[in-house]
């Protein structure tokens, strides 16, 4: 997968503003991509039964993505989700939960051009095809 993780992370590095710590995109990647979470259509349900189907809607959506705290992610994600990554990257789970929130939206947003996730199993890999106009 170093051609696919290669393109996720020149994908993603446009959304990190520098200021996220080594890992986090990858870690990111990692989770859209992870077939026991279901992909971004996991990520959705997961939004939904916490709740926060509107914000991921947002995000999917056309118009300006909402908000969501780094607490309202932990509480969506679920902590041992939020608690391995930190692990990974010798974080806490409060700080990756606030990077999570910085990017997820921002992710999201450009993965689902036209305000439509991508009918291919919703996974990283299938979006990021799409925006590179590969199949």
């Given at each position: 997968?170093?051609?696919?993780d ?5 994908v ?59 607490d ?64």
């Amino acid at each position: 997968m170093g051609i696919l993780d290669s393109l996720a992370g020149e994908v993603m590095s446009q959304f990190s503003g520098g200021n996220h710590p080594e890992g986090m995109l990858e870690a990111v990647s990692t989770m859209l991509n992870d077939p026991r979470t279901g992909g971004l259509q996991g990520l959705v349900a997961s939004f939904e039964q916490g709740g926060m189907g509107g914000v991921i809607a947002s995000w999917i959506g056309t118009g300006q993505n909402q908000p969501i705290s780094a607490d309202q992610l932990q509480s969506v994600l679920g902590s041992e989700q939020v608690q391995a990554i930190a692990s990974r990257l010798g974080l806490n789970s409060q700080e990756v939960s606030g990077h999570l929130a910085q990017l997820l939206p921002q992710i999201v947003d450009k993965l689902t051009p036209g305000g439509t996730i991508p009918d291919s199993g919703g996974g990283l890999g299938a979006a990021l095809g799409g925006l590179f106009g590969r199949s």
